[in-house]
């Protein structure tokens, strides 16, 4: 046997043993968890649809959100179409995005919309009170933002402003943009290059009406929120959705009397705010500068989620048991502190693995309560809090939650699979959390989709899956992971945390076993 040969027969026999180690560490990590990781996928069951409006977004005139995350003007050299960026339009398309929620948050109820049309040119400006307190030109108004809904093929949602506002001016607004025929303000549209209405169906009255939104009670509240609502005015064939201002976390008296007062038959949903943050107030923590304890306390913040969402969702269910009203969760993400050198008032932050792990398990979470949950809308699409893309220039590039809800998007419309799990816990010193977070769906054309979260960066997780009553023919599958806790993408590293295919998976009958590594996002396809 010659130097060469020698050396090809030890590789051969090196590969030989790597794949029996790793077969080995398989089975070994599947019988290890086989009683302990198990998920029930009631595949022949099913009846509540998973809105795509659970997958919407929500971009504010807040740092660089609006003004270089997706408005650069038409003179711009970023490619744009009517001064919308191209880069955005196309990587917001491929995640299928549902809805956009706009102007705000905290800005909605300080913007008067006829200062956001006409001529650019003669728009007046105004003071950014609670973003930096820059100066805003007004440039981006309703029909920039209409029109990039168009581009985007998206549902506009629109939030009107009640607490500096007047309820003339928002009547006025719906009718600005819905009616079809004569009148001063659609004649005012047509002026400003619009002839067509635009039919918006969703709109909020109100955001943050216990804080930034005009430091009302509830009782005050559901008040202004009946008269606001009485003059918005379906005109045509378009019917208003209107979303009521809701409760900031586990304020579930503002719920109590929002259900009260206002009742099922005065709004289409009733609105939730809830970041996943460490404290209100500073210091919250860096994006990307943690450690396990740091990990573990953020994903223990997310996992109280359910619990918030449930005790509101009891409350409605007590004047609302036909579940007419929605749960329109429309602010939900990570927040933390700003990175360092940026406006604190901007809210700029990075976006890690922990980012995509606390995405995944919302959304498995909205997805098991979609006969109530009906909208929501992570903060924010561009270069804010858990954002979807960041922007520096001509430059754009996806987080690592971007990646969730391009892997997620197959539950839009889906039909949601009940489905039981049993899991190990992830234990950090003497505090634990459940290590696993599912939900599944069928799509229309019969397929079966599985969200995975394994949350334990230290140990993969053996999972024993049955679907009942399907005979499992194929799986594919794509997982998100990443080396470190902290592992995201830069500019210079745009790919360092992105999907690959998932394919260490077995089928025997209806049951599928399968080794979630650790810190990992996966979704399947079965068919
Ligand atoms: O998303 C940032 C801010 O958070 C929003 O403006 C406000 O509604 C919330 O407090």
Known sequence: ?????????????????IVIAA????????????????????????????????????S????????????????????????IRKDVVEALKKINIPNLRWPGGCFADEYHWMDGIGPRSKRPKMINTHWGGVTEDNSFGTHEFLDLCEQLGT?????????????????????????????????????????EPWGVRYWGVGNENWGCGGEMTAEFYADQYRRYATYCRNYGRSRLFKIAG??????????????????????WGLSLHHYTTTVWGAPKGSATEFDEQG???????????????????????????????ALVVDEWGTWYDVEPGTNPGFLFQQNTIRDALVAGIHLNEFNKRC??????????????????????????????????????????????????????????????????????????????????????????AGLDCELQGMKVKKVTGRVLTASEINSHNTFEKPDTVKPVPFKDIKIDGSHLSMVLPAKSVVVLEVQ
Request: with cysteine; aromatic share 8%.
């Open 155 to 195: 549902e506009p949602v629109i939030c009107g402003n009640v607490g500096s506002g007047a309820v003339e001016e928002m009547s006025k607004w719906v009718e600005y943009i819905n009616f079809d025929g004569v009148s001063p303000l659609a004649d005012m549209r047509r002026m400003n290059g619009r002839e």
């Open 371 to 460: 006969d109530r949950i009906r909208m929501a809308n992570l903060a924010q699409t561009f270069n804010v809090l858990q954002a979807v893309i960041f922007t520096q220039d001509d430059q754009m590039m996806t987080t690592p939650t971007y990646h969730v809800f391009d892997m997620y998007k197959v539950h839009h419309d889906a039909t949601l699979l009940p489905s039981d799990l049993k899991c190990e816990n992830y234990q950090l010193d003497d505090k634990i959390l459940p290590s696993l977070n599912a939900s599944a769906s069928r799509d229309s054309s019969g397929k079966v989709h599985i969200s995975l979260c394994n949350i334990d960066p230290n140990r993969s």
């Open 60 to 83: 504010e005139h807040l740092g660089h959100c609006i003004y270089g995350g997706i408005w650069v003007g038409e003179d711009s050299k970023i490619p744009n179409t009517r001064g």
């Open 1 to 17: 046997m010659n130097k060469y040969r020698g050396h090809s027969f030890r590789m051969t026999c090196r590969r030989i043993m």
């Open 295 to 325: 990990y573990f306390v953020i994903l223990d913040k997310c996992l109280k989620i359910p619990e918030v969402i449930d005790n509101h969702i009891a409350i409605m269910d007590k004047y609302d048991p036909q579940k007419r009203v």
């Open 246 to 267: 809701g409760a900031g976390e586990a304020d579930y008296h503002w719920t109590e009397v929002c259900m009260e007062h206002i009742g099922p038959g005065r709004m």
């Open 23 to 58: 077969w080995t560490l398989f089975v070994h990590v599947m019988l290890a968890a086989k009683d302990a990781n198990q998920l029930i996928v009631h595949a022949d069951q099913g009846k509540e649809t998973i809105s795509r409006h659970i997958y919407g977004h929500f």
